[in-house]
């Protein structure tokens, strides 16, 4: 990939930087801002390290839902490294530039991280169907060598798509305009600056993005289907309320997830909408990674007792 982008740089672009812009250009609202997302970044990051250290740590946490939500926090603390860092610095530089090879990279590592957790997500829904509709061969079905095939593909999958992505963009030719309406490198924004057609790249974004969201909306809808008929044919009100309760948090973590994903991205992709979508992506990488650990957790009988436990240990 290195060899690919020198090679790029050389032949095409004379474009060597990009400047980011950042949120807003309004010189009021940048301290804020960066004291608001400092503070976001730093609850994301001790959140899902926690979440991530409870699991490591509890032998009650040992089991495939807890080992699919380990990784929901793996990816979205990696995730929120690819580009919060760099949006805290738009806040405080006069200039905010970004090379562009380390552009290219950023792009590649938001979408790596961005496809692994929907098709992680997407395991998790599948896992619930289980666990609910098949009780009885849950530990045959959701056996470790599974759960391990499972995370393979999705980080797999994730990988195939952002190599794409990033792939199709490399080849790009960027001339005059190097500023990127955005507090990051995103598909959007650099489509606009290109000066070669990106007619391709709009057409390959619409099928992966398309393939994704159709792929694991439909895996998701069927087994929440199943799991919803599955609990109007149980008769007690004990297993009503235990089904709700190891849905409850995945079905939040998904509404959260692909509702601030479809707001900024399925539509044309004009001036004025990346503008938009600069906004509406805010809650898709600041809100989701941070609020998934509190969701997993605060609403969450298991952890509450590991985190009593742990403290029990410490304090004794």
Known sequence: MPHMMQMTMKNDSAVSEFILMGLTDQPELQLPLFVLFLVNYTVTVMGNLSLMNLICLNSNLQTPMYFFIFNLSFID??????????????????????????????????LFFVN????????????????????????????????????????????????VHTGFMIRLSFCDSNIINHYMCDIFPLLQLSCSSTYVNELVSSAVVGTIIILSSLIILVS?????????????????????????????????????????????????????????SVFYTFLVPMLNPLIYSLRNKDVKLAVKKIWKRLAS
């Open 77 to 110: 603390f990696c995730y929120s490294l690819v580009f919060t860092p760099k949006m805290l610095m738009s806040f405080v530089l006069e200039k905010n530039t970004i090379s562009f090879r380390g552009c290219m990279t950023q792009l590649f590592f938001f």
């Open 116 to 163: 692994s957790e929907s098709y992680v997500l997407t395991a998790m829904a599948y896992d619930r169907y289980v666990a609910i509709c098949q009780p009885l061969q849950y530990t045959t079905v959701m056996s470790p060598k599974i759960c391990g095939l499972l995370m393979f593909g999705s980080y797999l999958m994730g990988f195939a798509g952002a190599m």
């Open 224 to 280: 929440y289907g199943m799991i919803l008929f599955n609990i109007l044919h149980m008769s007690s009100g004990k297993g009503w309320s235990k089904a709700l309760g190891t849905c409850g948090s995945h079905i939040v973590t998904v509404s959260l997830f692909y509702g601030s994903g479809l707001l900024a991205y399925v539509k044309p992709s004009s001036a004025e909408t990346v503008g938009q979508g600069k906004f509406f």
